[in-house]
């Protein structure tokens, strides 16, 4: 397939809505990365790096990795696609009875999973968590039974998720993604004594129910009841599409138990160093990468299905330009800027500055990977709109082993700093071969996006060095301790190399600068 582009093909002109919805969802992700800030604030505040944060850690993990195995590697792969197919003016009378289907077959199973988790919770512990004092065994243990329950919350939550995408619906979806972290900035402050560690526990609950509840409104008139059938054709559709994922999530649920027990055998603290570091990572990725590509994939998936593939490329192309265009230099600024932004977020309270050190070196560690994480989720959602699942999850298979690899040489001189930096490379090795068997399919990614990506290097390159002798200029003058000397360092070098890094590609004529304007536009006026 060697197809070329139609030049005059604008970006808007193939599906007004995407930029729109786009917008929609980062906005939703700005402030629920946000509050993700404050709730990242509070634990250090409360819980210092301790093996308690590393026993709760390991309660989270295990509650998030069964979410994404029961329905979170499915929702992209799977769910919207399908669901999506159903929306189509032919089949849209069967819409209410698949999305019932579906959805009650997630709930069966997802209450299920709650029940073998609280069952052998002490199992699972020892399995991924065994090299934690015993201590914080007996209390990884406790947190994980507590937190069972969220479970069967986040699957229903991302079931709900996956029929709103589909019809387009992403206004209250997005809000109860960013209101999921008030669990925890609710519950915490105010019951921190009296529960100990468990609040955390406790808040997750919370968020994980405001997020449910914010998908329900618009649910109304879906038709959405509860229906047994495991014999409809849609179900199969679904798990055909899914087998494969489910064995590389498997695969993932051993990389990430290898990862925490390696972790574990290297201190107490070490997977609360790491926690917060991936916090800090997460953010521009969620922010650019997940709202662009959850935003297009609907569309891409119809295009797909109608075999429009010059709208379905152009589209492809134009969301990995605008990923770059906002990645590379959120890239560089955490980078040059990872102590001052640790230091800022979690220095205080039990949070020591040996914690901070630590922190921040793990962050430029897992930064290796941003780029190619990134870059990477744009190009899952082109397979997973073809209905080609297999592909992905082969690649993700793969790189788990590029990861063991790393890891396992690394671990000896680098300790759990070698986790992170195997994390990164994990992420490269996946990324480079899904755009080689992307370019075998299809030809060259997409027209502008290696001149995109030289673009936004060098004018993140001139950024940094910027951001570098600024924020070191005001540390001089004004030292690292308080609130108004840790703001000022991270504002306005943010601010100068910010301007930089917008008039250099101005001056290059970067055409994703348009782009983003309108973007921008359109999330103000959604703000109102």
């Known amino acids: 397939m060697t197809e070329t582009i139609p030049p005059e093909l604008p970006e808007e002109d193939l599906h007004p809505s995407i930029a729109r919805n786009a917008a929609v969802l980062s906005l939703a992700s700005i402030f629920s990365r946000v509050l993700g800030m404050v709730r ?64 009650s077959a997630i709930a069966i199973l997802a209450a299920l999973v709650v029940l073998i988790v609280e069952f052998f919770a002490p199992q699972i512990v020892f399995l991924i968590g065994g090299d934690l004092s015993p201590e914080y065994q007996v209390v990884a243990i406790r947190l994980m039974r507590i937190t069972a329950p969220v479970i069967w919350v986040f699957s229903a939550s991302g079931g709900l998720a996956a029929i709103l995408f589909a019809r387009e619906r992403f206004t209250l979806v997005a809000l109860g993604d960013a209101l999921y972290n008030m ?18 526990a406790f ?37 055909a599409l899914y087998l494969p994922i489910l064995a590389a999530i498997l695969v993932n649920i051993v990389q990430g138990g290898v990862d925490r027990r390696l972790a574990s055998g290297t201190g107490d603290s070490s997977l609360a160093y790491m926690r917060t570091a991936t916090t800090l990572y997460q953010l521009p990725h969620g922010l650019v ?29 134009a969301g990995l330009r605008a990923v770059l265009v906002l990645v590379i230099p959120a890239t560089v600024f955490l980078w040059v800027l990872a102590e001052p932004t640790v230091r800022l977020l979690a220095e205080h309270g039990e949070f020591t500055p040996a914690d ?25 959602f082109a397979y997973y709109a073809r209905g080609d699942s297999k592909t992905p999850a082969i690649v993700g298979i793969l790189a788990v082993g590029v990861y063991l690899v790393f890891a396992l040489t690394l671990l000896p001189y680098l300790s759990f700093l070698g986790l992170a930096l195997a994390d990164g490379m994990k992420q490269m090795a996946h990324a480079l071969m899904m755009i080689f068997l992307l370019h075998r399919w299809g030809g060259r990614l997409g027209r502008g996006v290696g001149r995109t990506a030289l673009a936004a290097a060098g004018a993140s390159a001139v950024m940094g060095v910027a951001l570098y002798f600024s924020a070191e ?54 703000g109102r």
């Open 40 to 103: 990242e604030i509070i634990i250090p505040h409360f819980y210092g790096a301790t093996g308690l944060v590393s026993a709760y850690a390991l309660a989270e993990f295990v509650a998030k990795i069964l979410y994404d195995l029961l329905v979170g590697g499915m929702l992209s792969a799977a769910l919207v696609p399908v669901l999506s197919d159903y929306r189509r003016p032919e089949k849209r009378v069967e819409f209410a009875r698949v999305i019932s289907v579906i959805f």
């Open 183 to 200: 669990g925890v900035i609710i519950i915490v402050p105010l019951f921190h004594k009296q529960l100990g560690i468990e609040a955390l």
């Open 203 to 239: 808040g997750m609950l919370l968020g994980g129910t405001i997020q449910l509840a914010f998908r329900l409104p618009d649910m109304r008139g879906s038709g959405l009841r509860f229906t047994i059938d495991f014999r409809h054709p849609a179900l199969k559709r679904v798990w």
């Open 289 to 317: 990468a997940v709202a662009i590509s959850m935003a297009a994939l609907p569309s891409l998936s119809r295009w797909a299905a109608a075999k429009d593939w010059s709208a379905y490329k152009h589209t492809l192309a």
């Open 356 to 380: 901070t050190h630590w922190t921040y070196l793990t962050l430029r560690y897992y930064l290796v990977g941003l780029i190619f994480a990134s870059v990477d989720w744009p190009l899952n």
């Open 473 to 526: 200029a005001i540390m001089a003058q004004m030292g690292v301790a308080g609130l108004a000397p840790r703001l000022t360092t991270l504002a306005v070098p943010g601010v100068i190399g910010g301007a930089i890094y917008y008039l250099i590609l101005r001056w290059l004529r970067v055409p994703e600068v348009d782009l983003l304007h309108k973007m921008m536009g359109r999330a103000l006026r959604l």
